[in-house]
């Protein structure tokens, strides 16, 4: 009887725990990929273009107002009409990119 009383308190106390280490791992994730080149905030479409590229897969316009998304192999860059309002570097990229590299032999 003792022991299922004690598996709901333990579980309990592990998923309480799991919010505040999510938050941890994301705010690493941030931080690693601060650095990492993608477009920026009020860049056009053509800057973008220009700078990166034809994109690898090019989704809407969609909604009103209209938000387009452009999928590069590192990031992906969401524009609002013609203009950049977020990019975001793909976790798997972000990996690679800020991997500290193996120590020689």
Do not use: N
Not at 21 to 47: F, N, W, Y
């Amino acid at each position: 009887m003792k022991t299922q009383c004690l598996i709901p308190l333990l579980l309990a106390g592990v998923l309480s725990a799991m919010p505040a280490l999510a938050d941890e791992l994301l705010i690493e994730h941030v931080e690693k990929t601060a650095d990492i080149a993608r477009p920026q905030l009020g860049q056009s479409m053509d800057q973008v273009r220009a700078q990166w590229g034809e994109p690898e897969k090019m989704d809407g316009p969609v909604g009103e107002p209209p938000i387009t998304r452009w999928e590069y192999e590192v990031f992906t860059v969401y524009f609002e009409g013609d203009k950049v309002i977020h990019s975001v570097v793909k976790q798997q990229a972000a990996e690679i990119l800020t991997a500290e590299p193996e120590p020689a032999p």
